[in-house]
């Protein structure tokens, strides 16, 4: 179409630069609101400058910010009319060119404003940092480790509003176990932040806070740091890879191999992350514990323990240089299973990369949703309780999830009966299953595994496969 009028691309960046300083100035007010609780300031000048800095910080969130932002959605509407008027034959000229001078001009001071005010806001921690330093550790702290909880609980809340507004939105139920363990986890943050706002005391309770991977480490089978590793020639293999990833209760690991051709060509990365490592209800260093468990299995979906694998996932194809459509699958045990479903149903972790299969085993993994690009094998025993633990992803009216074709679900024999959990759940008990169901051509993972699905991450006759570790940790 001909264009008359105003130009509607201009008008555009000015509303995002106006986007931008209401953006800007949030964080500034956040800023100067930390630092100012953050001095220990008594008495009746402390009380006064803090009640008048609430009314200031009041106006400014409640005002002054949104009316930038309505400002900026003003300008969007404009040029919105703009392209219906030019496409009509109508001209604008004049007065629009003043518009966007007008809002041109107030985003540029509004950006240099808060771009000064920042300035002032680093002088004063700064300032104040000096002071601290030489406060006791657990003095110097408090506000930030205050912060960190508040912002734990504050996401284990949101994910329980964020069922709600599902509910009354898009009329989507929320889950048995989601909603069960939404609650507690919420609860203990809640407990948490109150026990060190009020005595100082740290207690780390179900604060699973994000996740980090340091660089992969080759591994050379059969050499110093080898936990166990073989090249993948069947599912079984990779099983073994992943239960031998399991380290040291205080040291989380996750395992990372490239299967390559006989041209060392890639063909396929296997993901091997291993289930809970740590019992205590106490977060530590690593993720593979109880607290991610419970993240895991809440409402987000999410935990340090998925932030560190596909941090871990990603410094692997980035220091390899391996293209980004190289097939990727995800095995994982137990709540290495919920991780590795986690992913796959992530957008953002299955743009990234190309997540075609997913392998789970005595994992609870029917709560997660189904990426339908991806191929999806879980594996149970009967007996084992553990991937009961989602109820069958129920709601909260006992409705099961719809089933995707793309998801094959294998029930085993048990090696214990009912009363056996440990035996029934056993990573090794599992390698032993998949190892003799494989055994059996007419079993359901013999045809699974030559159905070709798995070719891409199976050493063939000519291939080989390059094996890493890379340590993951927390921090909270």
């Given at each position: 179409m001909s264009f008359q009028g105003m130009d509607p691309d201009q008008v555009r960046d000015q509303a995002e630069g106006l986007r931008t300083a209401a953006e800007r100035l949030g964080e500034v007010l956040d800023r100067l609101d930390a630092a100012t609780h953050a001095v220990e300031w008594r008495g009746p000048d402390a009380d006064s400058f803090r009640e008048n800095w609430h009314?200031?910080?009041?106006?400014?969130?409640s005002v002054v910010v949104p009316g930038i932002r309505d400002r900026s959605g003003e300008l969007e509407r404009h040029a919105e009319e703009q392209d219906k008027a030019s496409s009509n034959g109508d001209s604008g000229g004049g007065f629009w060119d003043g518009v966007v001078d007008f809002f041109s001009g107030a985003a540029e001071k509004i950006s240099d404003f808060a771009s000064g005010v920042a300035g002032v806001v680093d002088w004063v921690a700064d300032e104040i940092g000096e002071q601290i330093a030489g406060w006791p550790d657990d003095l110097r702290d408090y506000p930030g480790i205050l912060l960190g909880n508040l912002q734990e609980l504050g996401r284990s809340?949101?994910?329980?509003?964020?069922?709600?507004?599902?509910?009354?939105?898009?009329?989507?139920?929320?889950?048995?176990?989601?909603?069960?363990?939404?609650?507690?986890?919420?609860?203990?943050?809640?407990?948490?932040?109150?026990?060190?706002?009020t005595t100082g005391l740290d207690l780390n309770l179900a604060d699973d806070g994000t996740g980090y991977a340091d660089a992969p480490q080759q591994v050379e089978l059969g050499g110093p740091g080898d936990p166990g590793y073989v090249d993948p020639h069947s599912l079984a293999d990779i099983i073994?890879?992943?239960?031998?990833?399991?380290?040291?209760?205080?040291?989380?690991?996750?395992?990372?191999?490239?299967?390559?051709?006989?041209?060392?060509?890639?063909?396929?990365?296997?993901?091997?992350?291993?289930?809970?490592?740590?019992?205590?209800?106490?977060?530590?260093?690593?993720?593979?514990?109880?607290?991610?468990?419970?993240?895991?299995?809440?409402?987000?979906?999410?935990?340090?323990?998925?932030?560190?694998?596909?941090?871990?996932?990603?410094?692997?194809?980035?220091?390899?240089?391996?293209?980004?459509?190289?097939?990727l699958m995800l095995n994982g045990h137990s709540q290495g299973g919920m991780i590795a479903s986690s992913l796959a149903g992530d957008p953002d972790f299955s743009n990234q990369f190309n997540v075609t299969n997913v392998m789970t085993y005595g994992s609870p993994v029917q709560n997660y949703p189904v990426n339908s690009g991806t191929d999806y094998l879980h594996i149970?025993?009967?007996?084992?309780?553990?991937?009961?633990?989602?109820?069958?992803?129920?709601?909260?009216?006992?409705?099961?999830?719809?089933?995707?074709?793309?998801v094959t679900t294998v029930t085993a024999d048990s090696p214990g009966g009912i009363f056996s959990p440990g035996d029934n759940h056993s990573s090794g008990?599992?390698?032993?299953?998949?190892?003799?169901?494989?055994?059996?051509?007419?079993?359901?993972?013999?045809?699974?595994?030559?159905?070709?699905?798995?070719?891409?991450?199976?050493v063939g006759d000519t291939g080989y496969a390059d094996h890493y570790v890379s340590d993951v940790h927390r921090n909270n």
């Open positions: 009314v200031v910080r009041s106006q400014g969130e809340t949101t994910g329980l509003l964020g069922m709600a507004a599902d509910a009354v939105m898009n009329g989507e139920w929320p889950r048995l176990t989601e909603l069960g363990v939404g609650l507690i986890d919420a609860g203990l943050d809640g407990i948490n932040t109150l026990v060190h706002a073994n890879n992943t239960n031998a990833s399991y380290g040291a209760p205080e040291d989380g690991q996750v395992g990372l191999t490239v299967v390559r051709d006989a041209q060392g060509n890639p063909t396929g990365v296997i993901a091997n992350i291993p289930g809970t490592e740590q019992w205590s209800p106490f977060a530590s260093d690593n993720p593979m514990d109880l607290s991610g468990n419970a993240a895991q299995a809440g409402p987000n979906g999410w935990s340090a323990g998925s932030e560190a694998t596909a941090d871990a996932i990603a410094q692997l194809y980035s220091d390899l240089d391996l293209p980004p459509g190289t097939p149970q025993h009967g007996n084992d309780l553990v991937p009961k633990i989602d109820a069958g992803g129920r709601d909260i009216f006992l409705n099961p999830p719809v089933v995707s074709p793309n008990e599992y390698h032993t299953t998949v190892t003799e169901q494989l055994a059996q051509n007419g079993s359901q993972l013999h045809q699974y595994q030559h159905s070709g699905s798995v070719a891409d991450f199976l």
